[in-house]
């Protein structure tokens, strides 16, 4: 082993660049990069070939070409010689090798004096001498072997870490005699098939270091179970493999040399001559080296007439040869001196043989050139450098007239080869492409016809490979091989993040990939999606126009989010194409598209009720100026909205509102600013029929067109109409109703309040879908709670400016009750079913999560106005008592005016005396009357008994189911079949009932049951056994069927709940049938007129006294 001199001679074919500004020993480390402008950072093949002080000689391959740089130091200049044919720019090559000085540690020390010294005095340490001045004087550091090597210049030396080893350790023990035994390599050729084959041999050492017989051949197998690691495993392999007796294909030849020339374990190689010894021993093998060939070889054709003469080189070592003095050794060796140069390319294979036959050159006839040139040298072409000498270079002017240079494209062409995809990096100029790793020759005919060569741009083509090798790890490996494409396997090809970032990189260095599409089951496109939002206000909108692009093809936001839903990163695309979603846009649509609705293939829609997702989730640049000023002037109002401006009571309104209903239609009028929907869910008896009548007259002075329609359950139509005329009786109305109700919807313009049952709903939907109203309201508005009903279908299906939506029970069961109601008035507020139920109903009703449930409050906080009576005691008294009117079927009214004729007919023909001397008759026909408004069952006359017979009860399991599961409840009526009747009513709704009469015996039991024992919601008591001694403050809710003819006596009934315990404010509600009897009686109590204070007061012989005929007639006009 020696280290290489430097060689200075002959450097007048190398073009010189000069640095004035290095100095090694203050360089850290990259600092000059910033200079080095253009330096391509890809893993061009460098080999020092020798280095000394500031001196160096490298080999660097480029695109199969190896140029020598030479590098001279003479501080402060630096002086960096190469041969390549660029003459004025700092080139490519000597970046590399500069780049390696600075980077490298054992290369740096060459160049600077403190690290040499440095280093130096690391080794002197061992002997003793770093106190010694001139360290040179004994030590100089060497490059051997690819590596920094210490050369003692006085071999007497002797390192004192060895002088002082433990005493045992100075007489080797006998087991540790095989650390002298060395591993070498025999190449050598096979006794009959005469192919090369390689064996490992175990040898020991003489004193002066050479081998020494006996030699022992070592099974490969073996060593490769001993190996440890990947590498020495490989090499191994190959190397039972190339001693084997068989031949083998020549592929799979040159694989295993390729691994047996990188020498992992830096075994000692040697030839075996055969003409020394037939047998393989310490005499008969030669010391030798294994390399690659260098890709130095040139072929020059130049024309001699009527011959062309073709000649080869390769140049090794800084040396050139001719092929014909470089015979083949081992079939596949060229042998300069001991190294031995492996050919692995079997069209060079191939040139090597052929010119092993000639003495000097080839000669080609002209007339058989182009067939040689076609046949011979275009293969060649792609391997080794080809010169024409006979053919001039392209002149400027020629250059230009063909664009040659102006009209360049770089081009990555991909095609199939089984399991792999192969990537051909490409030059074009003008009409002719050059694969970039060929040595093709580029010729062009100028407007003459005369031929010329074109040079070939190395910079760009360098530039293609580089940008091709830097994306994955393989292709490095695959610099080495003399292919003219890269390859990769199709499952990494393909990995979607892989080839679309490499893609992308490729175009923005205007690099075309051709062949993407052909590859087989391949429905990928190429190119990386690139998503524009851009957000409008419209009107009660914001329109998000949303561009879907994948290089010239487009996606729709319908398949984007069929994508989203079933987990796909994957979008089919207008071209069949799939493209492939950044991670990104997964997460952020999937929010987009629970915010708004899809309106066509690039519109989404997102309510303004739902502005806190367009603040949450939309970027501030995707919005225009327009929908950023509405959004905050939505953002500012919402958080305003307890200060409210006040809204002015029209003056058509008959009645004055409390403070807090006050407030309410303040907040339905701040709703209709924005065109908000609402749920106005006040507590059962606070007024919400009120404010609502008093904001659709105040809808008079904003819109033209103030039609309204009024949804609500048919028990409650008359309440309704009732409080209409009481409050607002200039309020147009219309009752949809009847079999020609029909015909009424082509006059709707002609009202303003337009009134239909849920069922009736159902019914007409077709024709009421084509009107368009001012507000829909929808009174017990939990009747849409389920989204599948036909309910709620029906009524998403209705159109109007704004809808509201009225309930004192927003949620009965679930939260889930809510999704369906606020949807209904904000569209795209709450999101999709699935996502609710996701989102927030499972969190919040299955696991309680509180962080879920304040996030779904404020979501919905602005749209929901909710007040219990707790929350307005102050304005309320503690006992509340309503009217609720129950209007009979056509068939219950019918019997109830029978009966009313036949008594009214009575007390006509009779005079005033005949009354007083028999009040039975009267009080009797009066009952008859009152048990008809509660049941016709109640008559016990089969004939008069109908199957819609009350509409009380009726009401009465719709009240009770909605409210039982909050409050309890107690109902009384005077008449106890009524009492069963109304029990039965419960059972089929799965409602039970407590029950107290006068024939009970266990009352206290009873009582004790509803008090204490939470399951029981309901009683069912007779005035008469409940009126006095009860104590059922459980209750809140106290639900009066009939009226008594003694309002003390209802008193007296109320106040069993309302009483000393009652921590609940408690309602009392009477059933009312209208335009009846009882209807009379409780209008003559508010008004405290003579006929009601003595008729109905309990003092003595009240009807002796007061029942006249004048005043029981008064009771049906």
């Not at 270091?209 to 590498?231: F, R, V, Y």
């Not at 393989?280 to 060939?293: K, W």
């Not at 008959?654 to 403070?659: N, P």
């Not at 109703?737 to 009134?755: A, T, W």
């Amino acid at each position: 082993m020696h280290t290489k001199s430097v060689s200075l001679e002959n450097l007048d074919d190398f073009h010189q660049y000069r640095l004035t500004d290095i100095i090694f020993d203050e360089t850290i480390r990259y600092r000059y990069f910033s200079w080095m402008s253009g330096l391509v950072e890809i893993n061009y093949p460098t080999q020092v070939y020798a280095i000394q002080k500031n001196e160096a000689q490298f080999f660097i391959q480029s695109l199969g070409i190896t140029y020598t740089v030479i590098v001279i130091y003479d501080h402060p200049t630096l002086s960096l010689c190469c041969n390549c044919s660029e003459t004025e720019a700092f080139c490519v090559h000597q970046k590399i090798a500069l780049n390696q000085l600075i980077k490298n540690e054992q290369l740096h020390l060459f160049f600077s004096v403190a690290a040499y010294q440095s280093y130096l005095t690391k080794i002197a340490v061992k002997y003793g001498l770093e106190d010694e001045q001139q360290l040179e004087d004994y030590f100089e550091i060497q490059w051997v072997n690819d590596q920094v090597h210490i050369h003692k210049k006085d071999d007497n030396l002797l390192e004192l870490s060895r002088a002082v080893l433990p005493q045992e350790m100075v007489f080797p023990k006998e087991n540790n005699a095989v650390e002298q035994q060395t591993n070498i390599l025999v190449l050598k050729e096979h006794k009959y098939y005469k192919h090369p084959q390689v064996l490992l041999y175990r040898s020991d050492r003489t004193k002066n270091g050479t081998l020494k017989n006996p030699l022992q051949e070592i099974s490969c197998e073996e060593m490769i179970w001993k190996s440890k690691d990947i590498t020495e495993s490989q090499f191994f392999t190959a190397l039972h493999f190339l001693g084997q007796n068989t031949i083998a294909e020549d592929n799979q030849q040159v694989v295993a040399f390729k691994m047996l020339i990188k020498n992992p374990l830096g075994l000692e190689i040697y030839r075996h001559d055969k003409t020394l010894s037939q047998n393989i021993g310490a005499n008969s093998l030669i010391q030798i080296t294994l390399r690659p060939l260098p890709k130095t070889i040139r072929i020059d054709v130049d024309q001699e007439a009527p011959f062309f003469t073709i000649r080869s080189y390769i140049e090794i070592a800084g040396q050139e040869h001719t092929l014909q003095n470089l015979p083949l050794v081992f079939d596949h060796f060229i042998q300069v001196q001991q190294h031995f140069y492996f050919i692995e390319i079997p069209q060079i294979l191939t040139l090597f043989q052929v010119f092993a036959t000639t003495a000097d050159h080839l000669k080609v006839h002209q007339s058989k050139f182009e067939d040689f040139k076609k046949d011979f040298l275009m293969a060649m072409e792609e391997v080794v450098e080809v010169n024409y000498h006979h053919i001039p270079k392209a002149s400027s002017k020629q250059i230009k007239e063909q664009q040659f240079y102006t009209d360049t494209e770089a081009i990555i062409y991909l095609e199939e080869s089984g399991d792999y995809i192969n990537l051909i990096p490409t030059m074009r100029y003008a009409d002719v492409e050059v694969p970039v790793r060929s040595r093709r020759s580029i010729f062009g005919f100028d407007h003459h016809g005369q031929k010329f060569l074109v040079k070939r741009d190395a910079e760009a083509e360098l530039r293609i490979v580089s940008l091709i090798v830097k994306q994955h790890p393989y292709f490095k490996e695959q610099l080495d091989e003399d292919f003219q494409h890269f390859y990769l396997h199709r499952k990494h090809f393909l990995e979607q993040d892989w080839f679309l970032n490499v893609f992308e990189d490729w175009r923005n260095h205007q690099i075309s990939i051709i062949g993407f599409n052909e590859i087989k089951n391949n429905k990928f496109n190429s190119f990386k999606g690139k998503i524009t939002i851009h957000v409008l206000s419209g009107q009660n909108w914001f329109n998000v126009n949303v561009n879907i692009q994948f290089g010239k093809n487009k996606g729709s936001l319908k398949n984007l989010q069929k994508a989203i839903r079933n987990k796909s990163k994957f979008i089919t695309l207008d071209d069949g194409t799939v493209g492939i979603l950044p991670e990104e846009w997964i997460n952020k649509f999937e929010q987009f598209f629970l915010a708004g609705e899809i309106i066509d293939d690039t519109l989404l829609q997102i309510a303004e009720t739902n502005y806190t997702a367009l603040d949450r989730y939309f970027e501030e640049q995707w919005l225009s100026q327009a929908a950023k000023e509405r959004l905050n002037e939505i953002k500012n109002k919402i958080q305003q909205i307890d200060q409210v401006q006040p809204v002015v009571l029209s003056k058509d309104f008959k009645g004055t509102l409390r403070s807090y209903q006050q407030d309410g239609l303040n907040w339905l009028n701040f709703l209709d600013e924005f065109n908000f929907g609402g749920c106005l869910a006040d507590d059962m008896g606070l007024g919400k029929t009120i404010q609502i009548i008093a904001f659709i007259l105040d809808q008079r002075n904003k819109v033209e067109h103030n039609c309204n329609l009024l949804v609500l359950p048919t028990t409650l139509i008359f309440n309704w109409k009732n409080e209409l005329k009481k409050f607002a009786p200039s309020i147009r109305i219309l009752e949809l109703q009847g079999p020609d109700r029909q015909k009424d919807c082509l006059n709707f313009e002609q009202y303003e309040l337009i009134l239909i049952s849920y069922h009736n709903l159902l019914t007409d939907i077709n024709h009421l879908k084509k009107q368009s109203f001012n507000y829909i309201f929808l009174d017990e508005s939990q009747q849409i709670k389920n989204p599948n009903s036909q309910r709620y279908q029906a009524v998403t299906k209705l159109k109007s400016r704004n809808r509201i939506v009225i309930t004192g029970t927003p949620i009965e069961n679930s939260t889930l009750d809510l999704f369906a109601q606020l949807s209904f008035v904000n569209p795209g507020l709450l999101g999709s079913k699935k996502y609710f139920k996701d989102v927030y109903t499972t969190p919040i009703d299955g696991f309680s999560n509180k962080k879920r449930l304040e996030e779904l409050q404020r979501k919905v906080k602005p749209f929901i106005l909710r007040r219990t009576k707790a929350e307005v005691a102050k304005e309320l008294p503690l006992k509340n008592e309503l009217v609720l009117y129950c209007e009979m079927k056509p068939a219950q009214r019918h019997i109830y005016d029978t009966y009313e004729k036949e008594f009214r007919e009575f007390i006509s023909a009779k005079d005033g005396d005949e009354i007083r001397k028999s009040p039975m008759h009267v009080l009797k026909g009066l009952t008859k009357l009152r048990q008809i408004c509660n049941s016709t069952k109640l008559l016990k006359t089969e004939d008069l008994t109908v199957e819609q017979d009350s509409c009380k009860i009726e009401m009465l399991v719709e009240q009770v189911r909605d409210k039982c599961p909050y409050q309890k409840i107690i109902i009384f009526s005077q008449f106890v079949s009524m009492l069963n009747l109304i029990e039965v009513a419960l059972a089929k709704h799965e409602i039970s009932a407590l029950k107290l009469t006068g024939q009970s015996r266990d009352r206290q039991h009873i009582v004790t049951q509803f008090q204490e024992n939470d399951a029981e919601r309901v009683i069912l008591i007779s005035l008469k056994a409940g009126g006095t001694g009860l104590n059922l403050t459980a209750a809140s809710l106290v639900y009066l069927v009939d009226p008594w003819w003694n309002p003390a006596v209802e008193t007296q009934a109320i106040d069993r709940a309302f009483r000393i315990g009652q921590s609940k404010d408690v309602t009392a509600i009477r059933l009312i049938c209208p335009d009846t009897v009882e209807d009379k009686i409780m209008k003559l109590q508010a008004n405290k007129t003579a006929i009601a204070e003595n008729i109905f007061a309990d003092t003595h012989n009240p009807i002796a006294d007061f029942m006249n005929k004048e005043r029981l007639l008064a009771l049906f006009n």
